[in-house]
């Protein structure tokens, strides 16, 4: 099969290969790219020096901390034996899980936009197929609409809570009609719960494992890359019933046999020590949006505000270029943003991130107000 590449990553890599004439690339971030505290530097350390017994589904003490963590945040009651693997980031959980639980020819409903689950799903033989969601009511998820795409060939619903590009949660009852949509056609639902603490606004985040009563085969993978500056050392978990678990347990361990003890000693330090060196970051998330947004405005470009993530989706038909030729437009004037069809949403938005210094958002704002300011072609151009 052949793939395209991450978009995200593609789309690095041309910042990065852009010639010198070009306006310098503002320097925009997804994640925290913070250096970790002496208390996660010392565990690994420690841990460098042990020898420690395979864990196939992963460290016990993390496991335990993941279990302890969801219990005292959310109330949810968790087996860290038979509920919890421990993966390589969130991406590799995912495209574990779908491999396990899909066969060849299935279908995977998705609300569209969402994150770039097409290779995840494809590499597990089966179909997405993608349901807008609702621009005018924030992007919310239509459950009349996911319904409606379910066929005999359905097996899957897969939610991205919350959700990336849009920054849309879904909030308890609109959660609750999707999932109960899935427990009437015996779909197994998939959710990518990455951006936990990434919550400003509106409804709060609620785990679908919350209303594990109303349905029993959801499946969640999480990342500690976006909730601990973790990105370097790829750890994420699945959260799954023993059922679910046990076959995407047995695909994680002929994808990847187990994951790095010292990372994963580290990840435990990162999940039980101090916190209040990244909560001051989490702290100026939703300022830097209001920034970005403001900059926005002022171009005469419409978005949604988003209740979480670290991302706009902003909509720039009034530039006169989609797809590739808008990410180029934006790109020469050292903007990094991917247009909409990379999630499977409309190619006239891109999705921005605002996780750059309030300097630097504040310019993205200029360079766009410019842009705006010599006036929309007369057609949109592919």
């Known amino acids: ?121 494809r590499l597990a033989g089966a179909r997405p197929v993608y349901v807008p969601s609702d621009e005018s009511r924030g992007w919310d998820h239509v459950p009349a609409a996911v319904e409606a795409a379910i066929t005999p060939a359905t097996r899957a619903l897969l939610l991205c809570n919350p959700n990336n590009p849009t920054g849309y949660m879904p909030g308890r009852e609109r959660l609750s009609g999707l999932l109960d949509i899935a427990a009437r056609h015996g779909l197994t639902v998939f959710s990518d719960e990455s951006y936990e603490r990434y919550v400003w606004d509106g409804p709060g985040y609620v ?81 830097r949006r209001d920034i970005l947004r403001a900059g926005l405005e002022r171009a005469g470009l419409a978005s949604v505000r988003p209740d979480a993530g670290v991302f706009v989706f902003v909509d720039c038909a009034p530039l006169g270029f989609r797809g590739r030729r808008l990410e180029r437009l934006l790109l020469d004037h050292g903007v990094t943003a991917i247009a909409g069809d990379a999630f499977a949403g409309p190619d006239t938005h891109v999705r921005m991130v605002y996780g750059g210094s309030a300097a630097d958002l504040e310019e993205a704002g200029r360079r766009l107000t410019g842009l705006t300011r010599r006036g929309a072609r007369p057609a949109l151009v592919e």
């Open 207 to 287: 785990p679908q494992m919350l209303l594990r009563d109303r349905h029993p085969d959801l499946v969640t993978v999480t990342s500690l890359s976006k909730n601990y500056a973790f990105t370097s050392w790829r750890i994420g978990y699945v959260h799954a019933p023993a059922h679910l678990l046990e076959p995407i347990h047995h695909a994680f361990e002929w994808d990847a046999i187990n994951v790095g003890d010292v990372a994963q000693a580290a990840a435990h330090a990162v999940m039980t020590g101090p916190q209040d060196w990244i909560e001051q970051e989490f702290a100026t998330m939703r300022a």
């Open 1 to 121: 099969m052949k793939l395209e590449r991450l978009p995200a990553l593609e789309l690095a890599d041309r910042a990065r290969m852009a010639p010198p004439s070009q306006e310098a690339m503002i320097p925009f971030r997804g994640v925290p790219t913070l250096p970790m505290p002496e208390h996660v530097v010392e565990a690994a350390r420690t841990a460098a020096g042990e020898v420690f017994p395979r864990r196939g589904r992963g460290s016990a003490p993390l496991r335990q901390a993941i279990a302890s963590h969801l219990a005292a945040a959310y109330g949810l009651t968790v087996d860290p034996e038979g509920e919890l693997l421990i993966t390589h980031g969130a991406q590799h959980g995912m495209s574990v899980a779908l491999r396990a639980l899909l066969s060849p020819g299935d279908e995977v409903v998705v609300p569209a936009p969402s994150y770039f689950f097409d290779g995840m799903i």
